[in-house]
């Protein structure tokens, strides 16, 4: 409390201590908060490029029953893949085997996540990670 000219007044503001102590505080809710924010994130986008394989298999399915074939491009079987730099994962079909195929979903980002595969086939039978990196993100 200062006396100016016989009036108290009160200090108003923060003190440095009080400062770097809301600093400190935020720091350790940021470094706790973004790792969990990028893995519900990654698992987030590793769901939706399952949903999109498992509807290629499904329409691949439809493809065959009509033409007896597997087709081997997602838009020629009614099937709207999202672009790369949007969702980042690249889709592509196998269909090299006769009566088979295998979709396979690539993640297309660099770092801890590149090059995550999710794969189904015609069997509808999954394999790969969707729910995370690879590498421990």
């Not at 706790?32 to 949903?51: C, D, F, M, N, T």
Request: some cysteine; charged content about 15%.
């Amino acid at each position: 409390m200062l006396i100016k000219g016989g009036v108290c007044m009160k200090n108003r503001g923060f003190t440095l201590v009080e400062l770097i102590a809301v600093v400190i505080i935020l720091g350790i809710l940021l470094a706790v908060g973004i790792p969990q924010y990028r893995r519900a994130i990654e698992r987030a986008r590793g769901a939706a490029a399952y949903s999109t394989l498992a509807s290629i298999q499904s329409a691949e399915e439809v493809y065959r029953q009509e033409f007896d074939i597997y087709h081997s491009t997602p838009a020629n079987i009614g099937v709207t893949v999202p672009p790369a730099a949007r969702s980042g994962w690249a889709f592509t079909i196998d269909n090299t085997v006769a009566n088979a195929f295998t979709a396979t979903a690539t993640r297309a980002a660099t770092g801890p996540c590149g090059g995550n595969l999710i794969t189904i086939d015609q069997a509808g039978t999954v394999a790969g990670n969707w729910e995370g990196c690879v590498n421990g993100l």
